[in-house]
């Protein structure tokens, strides 16, 4: 096959922030920033359309302290036992305590939250999760959406998928000064500039075979920041939901822990018993995600079945269409009704408790570059994420780094010398793009067989061998062809699932998400 060349030389643009990703954290980061500065000029950069992020497909809802029968003490000790002991316990208090001004700022957007009665999900002592039925993040990202596009000072740059940040040294430290973005319609790697550079790409769920998350998790701005110098961490505490719909027709579709909250059952697909009293007797279905989905995979693994069943069937079809209708609507088109069906379920890679190591403000160890949202380690989750405090999370962290990064924004950004454009003449050769393509299948595979819900030293050190091989191939692949989102996503998906092997051989001891059947737990 023919080989051509192509220039993917592009624009130069210069903005006071760059936004990277577009969930919660990111539109939140943008309107709390306008708040306080009308005239800033704001570059707001994602993969796809405005509304495709994690955000969008959290059924469940974002867990507030707001009644009088709840506590922030109660919430805090629930978010540390989830956590398993390695939460930071004054990252969480503060955040928990910004709980209820984060749901009042969302009702000012115009989130319609249902008053009562409050979600309970798993590891939660009380009811304190509010939610827009069992489609709240869609319902949180049709606001926040509806006010970003009336800010004119918010350009929009859909489609475009970052590569690499831009970094100087700055009075013996580095600092981000752009990125370079590839617009994916015109096959065009523009230049942007700008006093600070704001990550709020999400996970990285796609490093697996099975996950909740939509197409676009590929741990972009993790890898990104790695590569810049940003310090990582906790990296192996991966959080696999244990009810993703087990349907050949239905991929990625999450079946929310608020059904477990309002009283279903998880049944060996076998025998039919109730299996959770083995696990966890005194909280049954409603342990944390860890012990959940732990407990679903031990089961499965012993038996002919390749899922569990959620029994839901004593609750009536009026509660269940009221309550779950995106659920039981979405069900019913598949042929399973909830009032009368079991739902086969299987766990799944639904977030990642590491990430960038960044403060409340979601400063990072490199000046002018922030990290909010699911991209961020905060502490708040340690090991293991206590249900519905990622939202909550997003909320806080973008509001703090909208205040906090204004000083960099009113610091006009010094070049050393002129940022150079990507100008690099790429190979087009669609036979070797198609062979990279098949890296894909291989390499969540084996992700989700050795670096999953359950780990061993021998596995994770097969695994780092196989994942190095194969980002070798990448790497190589990268720099010798025409940069498309493909490439861009796996370059960055190798990267993770190395450094997620590399922590999970690194910590010997079952913590949380981490599970090591070869050794003994913490």
Avoid at 116 to 131: D, F, K, M, N, Y
Avoid at 250 to 276: D, P, W
Avoid at 341 to 366: F, S
Wanted: charged content about 20%; hydrophobic content about 40%.
């Amino acid at each position: 096959m023919s080989k051509k060349s192509y220039s993917q030389t592009g624009k130069q643009y210069r903005f006071d922030v760059v936004v990277i990703g577009s969930g919660i954290a990111g539109l939140n980061y943008c309107l709390s920033l306008l708040q306080q500065t009308p005239q800033c000029k704001i570059a707001l950069i994602t993969k796809k359309d405005l509304t495709e992020s994690n955000t969008y497909y959290a059924q469940g809802g974002i867990a507030a302290v707001t009644h009088l029968n709840d506590s922030i003490e109660h919430h805090l000790k629930d978010t540390l036992m989830a956590g398993d002991g390695l939460c930071k316990t004054h990252i969480a208090k503060q955040i928990i305590q910004e709980g209820e001004q984060a749901v009042a700022q969302l009702l000012k957007y115009g989130v319609p939250f249902q008053q009562t009665p409050l979600g309970q999900e798993g590891g939660h002592s009380h009811r304190r999760v509010h939610h827009v039925g069992d489609y709240t993040g869609a319902a949180i990202m049709q606001a926040l959406v509806q006010q970003v596009k009336q800010h004119k000072k918010i350009k929009i740059f859909d489609y475009h998928t970052a590569i690499n940040l831009i970094t100087q040294r700055h009075k013996n430290k580095k600092e981000v000064m752009g990125v370079y973005v590839l617009d994916e319609p015109r096959k065009k790697i523009h230049t942007f500039i700008a006093n600070a550079i704001i990550l709020a790409s999400g996970g990285a769920g796609k490093v697996y075979r099975y996950t909740s998350n939509p197409d676009v998790a590929t741990g972009d701005g993790i890898a990104m920041a790695y590569r810049a110098g940003a310090h990582l961490t906790n990296l192996e505490f991966y959080q696999f939901h244990p009810t993703l719909l087990h349907h050949p027709e239905k991929h990625n579709f999450l079946i929310t822990e608020a059904l477990r909250g309002e009283g279903a059952y998880l049944r060996n697909a076998e025998t039919g018993e109730r299996f959770m009293q083995r696990y966890a007797p005194k909280q049954m279905e409603l342990a944390t995600r860890d012990i959940v989905a732990r407990a679903i995979f031990n089961e499965i693994e012993q038996s002919t079945q390749d899922f569990v069943y959620l029994d839901v069937r004593h609750k009536s079809q009026q509660f269940l269409k009221q309550r779950f209708p995106m659920i039981f609507n979405t069900l019913a088109e598949l042929g399973i009704h909830m009032h009368r069906d079991m739902i086969p379920v299987v766990p799944a890679a639904h977030y990642c408790c590491g990430g960038i190591v960044a403060n409340i403000n979601g400063q990072t160890n490199i000046a002018r570059l922030y990290a909010i949202g699911e991209t961020a380690c905060t502490g708040l989750h340690g090991a293991n994420r206590l249900a519905s405090n990622s939202l909550l999370e997003g909320m806080v962290m973008s509001t703090h780094a909208a205040a906090d990064s204004l000083r960099w924004i009113q610091q006009p950004i010094k070049l050393k010398q002129p940022i150079k454009d990507w100008n690099s003449k790429s190979v087009i050769n669609l036979r070797r793009a198609t062979q990279i393509s098949a890296q894909w299948v291989g390499l969540r595979a084996e992700m989700t067989s050795y670096a999953g819900i359950v780990r061993t030293r021998a596995g994770l050190k097969d695994l780092l061998a196989l994942v190095r091989m194969r980002r070798n191939i990448i790497e190589k692949y990268y720099w010798e062809h025409i940069v498309t989102r493909d490439i861009i996503e796996l370059r960055n998906i190798v990267l993770i699932a190395e450094l997620i092997a590399q922590a999970a051989l690194k910590r010997r001891k079952s913590c949380g998400g981490h599970y090591r059947e070869d050794t003994e737990a913490s």
